[in-house]
């Protein structure tokens, strides 16, 4: 495409004039009014490929935020759309059902762990952890737990910005100082340090993890209604990866304290770290299970919880008789008919093997990084790798670098990380690892 040229009827702004409209009306996520850093405006995208409107193609290693499994403009995800565009795109949910939220929510149960059995949609990620979190706490009122009104989780995790999910965020790098007096208190385990692949020579780190959390619960189990956690990979709180071992131990834990356990693979499921949900690598299931992100292929913001007919049934024989929330948008069709699509899609070809041929290959390439001085840290899991630097980036300049090798990244603090489409070739994923090499040798002060 020809510099600045626009096609369709719609367009009709040069890239100039889009760059200081943004700035100047439209705030971006994390960022002030006006925005420090300019954001590059897209005029199209495909496969792995962000297209710029100043005629720059960039290889997506962000997956928008690990949604875009399967890369852009799918036709398969495009198709179901448009079919389910001209039956209906939105109806509301209350007193009315479709086929795609009756068929999406059987395949659901039917991928996720063992036991979940209910879906109730949701329209982000951090809806389906404020209604996670409110079904627990609903849940244990029901059953005459009335003291159960706290949340155990623990440090470096990420959930969601609106209130109660900011409450279980890391306390630090989720800065709850600024809203202390809207925060409702949870309780904080330390971060696990035992590491996803050295369970044996880690015997006792993982042991420590574990008591921490014990000595949490045996001190304050009758207040706790729920623990929450990212299974396995703690995400924008850190992108860590932790032992197996240590969820497991936290399952049989709530089952001994009779805590509900609450999974938010938001960021890891539909099988970003090797496993459908990163719940399998420790062969557990939640109580509760919070999907979002890629559930919709992120071809639009969907989200879901799930439950056990167990806490499910409890909803009708209490106090409200209902469980008390129901978002305008919920269940919305075309959200359910793109989220089927996507899942057909994903389990129409060996995913499994695509994402670890994935995991294969950055852990080669980015091997180099730890050359680096600067570096602090380098991590592989499944279809994430990340580079941990000793030094937070200077934003501002090294994104401009990663654009201008040819690649969209999008780091963030002390980490340079990539969860690229799971149909990227050998080549474009080539092109991130060796831009994430060039970058952490830099020093960008
Ligand atoms: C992104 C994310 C959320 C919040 O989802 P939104 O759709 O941004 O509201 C919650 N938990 C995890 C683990 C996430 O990665």
Redesign the pocket.
Known sequence: MLMGMKSGKYASLSTEEIVRLDQKHVWHPYAAMPNAVPCYPVQSAHGVHLELTDGRSLVDGMSS??ACIHGYNHEALNDAAIHQISQVSHVMFGGLTHEPAVQLARRLVEVTPPGLEHVFYCD??????EVAMKMALQYCYNVGQKDKHRFLTIRG??????FE?MSVCDPVNGMHHLFAKNLPSQIFAPRPESKFDKDEDDKSILQRDVQSVRELLEVNHDEIAAIIL?PIVQ??GGMRFYNPAYLTAIRDLCDEHHVLLIA?????GFGRTGKLFACEHANISPDIL?I??ALSGGFL?F?ATLTTAKISQKFAQGEAGVFMHGPTFMGNPLACAVSLASLDLLQSYDWESKVQSIENQLKVELEPCRESPLVQDVRVLGAIGVVEMKEAFEMRKVQAAVVNEGVWLRPFGRLLYTMPPFIIQPSELRKITSSMVSIAKRRFR
Do not use: N, Q
């Open positions: 935020w690990w982000s990620g951090s809806v389906a952890i995790g990420y959930h969601g910005d609106t999910a990212e995400g924008a938010d693979e938001i960021a890891t919070c979002g992100k913001s989200a």
